[in-house]
């Protein structure tokens, strides 16, 4: 029988978040964990096999294997690419010098 370990797993919007702390087996990746967690029964928008996802802020693969005491962070998807959105800022910074 393998071992069980605790962990959570979070995610969150703007308005609400969840956090699911629960102990899986010893050797679980994040995917199985997200899928262990039931997080998607109350945010049908996961899709744990395609999620971004990170340990205490330190993006990972899904297939990375998670230890005692982790933190599983499910990321959502960037409504606006970063660096899009510093050249519109400069732009408009530019135009109202002139």
Do not use: W
Request: glycine content about 4%.
């Amino acid at each position: 029988m393998n071992k069980l370990i605790d962990i959570e797993v979070v995610y969150a919007l703007p308005d609400r978040q969840q956090l699911i702390s629960l102990p899986v087996p010893e050797g679980s990746s994040i995917e199985t964990c997200i899928n262990l967690s039931g997080i998607t029964k109350h945010f049908s928008e996961i899709v744990a096999s395609k999620a971004q996802v990170g340990i205490f802020s330190v993006p990972q693969k899904l297939s990375t294997i998670v230890k005692a005491g982790d933190r599983i962070e499910i990321y959502r998807p960037l409504i606006a690419d970063p660096k899009e959105m510093r050249k519109i800022r400069a732009a408009k910074l530019a135009k109202n010098k002139v």
